[in-house]
């Protein structure tokens, strides 16, 4: 039996995962803070990012403004109004990362690609987008009145997926965040493949520290590497 053989269902973190969201905070942060955030380091931004993230967990769509103002407020850059709109707009365009498109493509011709996003349906929406609207169902988290690593984020996806016909031994979750999803997923008794976008680097970047890393069943740097792996058999 081929290692993919058994699932049906690939669920997906999206942020992170098929979205280059890390690029998009960098990106963003250093072309509205102006010449000083030009000089700061990834980890300079991604430090008062992670915790102005803490401040306003709430939906994306709504809280990504006060974000960059809290961030930029931490980092002595320009926080006005005009900046935290021009921000906003710019978290919008976050690209997907270069093989997503063409990996979700070809993952999408043998499995159901079911995404699960902490983002909200607007946010989302911009994300589904960029990648070629790839998925066959989705779950965010306005809809699931939680975000991960809640596992009332798991629950909710799995009731929608059984009530299909799915069993949650037919699911391989593939993400990159350690916090968010593999860690959780695998205490839950699913199957995960970790997408660690960030190898060879330093650090968690832009996602928070994981309590330990979890070691995964499928592990791989890139989403097309792992439809690679998947079309071998």
Known sequence: M???????????????????????????VRKIGGAKAATLSDDDIFGPYLEARKKFPGQA???????Y???????????????GNAYFWHFLQCPAFPDSVDAL?????????????NYDRVAYSACANK????????VTCDEAQCAKPDPRFFAFNLGRQSALGFKQEEILHVAQSQYHDIG???QLGYKVCWIERRKGQKGFGGSPVPPQVTKPDF????????????ERG
Do not use: N
């Open 2 to 28: 081929a290692a993919f053989d058994g699932f049906k269902v690939l669920t997906f973190d999206i942020v992170g995962t098929c979205i280059d969201f890390e690029k998009g905070i960098l990106d963003g």
């Open 61 to 67: 769509s709504v809280v990504m403004r006060d974000v």
């Open 69 to 83: 103002m809290d961030t930029a407020k931490q980092l002595d850059l320009p926080h006005d109004e005009a900046a």
């Open 105 to 117: 493509r070809r993952l999408r011709k043998r499995f159901r690609l079911v995404a699960m996003t």
């Open 131 to 138: 990648l070629g609207l790839p998925f066959h169902d989705s």
């Open 184 to 186: 959780v997923a695998r």
């Open 219 to 230: 592990h791989f740097a890139t989403l097309g590497e792992l439809a690679d792996a998947v």
